[in-house]
C-alpha cells in the first residue's frame, strides 16, 4: 500500500476543533504517534464507512518481550489500520491491521490482521478514535 496520499489527521481535526493527539498506550506504545487518515479510502460498506488510518512512530515500537529468547515482539514503526464506523450508532471497531518495520507503512510486514468473526463496535475512547468517527460521519465536506 502507498500512504503518501495520506492527509495529517490533525489539519482535519483543527477545522473541528478537537486537539490532534493519539492514546498512549493504544498499541502498547508510551509515545503519542502521528496519526494520518487516507480521506481517499473512506469508503461506504453498507451501513459502515470504513476509513483507514496510518499511525507513524518516531522509534520503535514493540509490543512486549519474549519471556524466554528475550527478542522484541512485533517491533514496528509504523502501524496501518481500518475503523469500520456505524455513524448511526455513533461507534467503531478495528477491521485489520498491518505493523511495518518502516515507517509510512514502508518495510516488512510484522503483524498483518483482519478479524473474521464479528467487529466489536465500541463508542470513541481516544482523540484519533473521535477524529475517526467524525470525519466519518460528518455531513458536510469541509469536516472530510
Not at 516488512?108 to 483482519?114: A, I, N, Y
Amino acid at each position: 500500500m502507498i500512504f503518501r496520499s495520506f492527509v495529517a489527521v490533525s489539519a482535519a481535526i483543527l477545522s473541528l476543533g478537537v486537539q490532534a493527539a493519539t492514546a498512549p498506550g493504544a498499541l502498547g506504545n508510551p509515545d503519542p504517534a502521528t496519526t494520518f487518515v487516507k480521506f481517499a479510502a473512506t469508503t461506504p460498506q453498507g451501513r459502515y464507512v470504513d476509513v483507514e488510518v496510518l499511525r507513524d512512530y518516531a522509534d520503535t515500537v514493540t509490543l512486549g518481550i519474549d519471556t524466554e529468547s528475550g527478542a522484541p515482539l512485533y517491533a514496528h514503526r509504523s502501524v496501518a489500520l481500518t475503523y469500520r464506523v456505524d455513524c448511526t450508532a455513533g461507534t467503531l471497531a478495528v477491521a485489520d491491521w498491518q505493523m511495518f518495520d518502516g515507517n509510512f507503512g514502508q518495510g516488512q510486514v510484522v503483524w498483518d490482521q483482519e478479524n473474521h468473526h464479528g467487529l466489536a463496535f465500541l463508542p470513541a475512547v481516544n482523540n484519533e478514535m473521535r477524529a475517526v468517527l467524525r470525519s466519518a460521519c460528518a455531513t458536510t465536506t469541509v469536516a472530510r
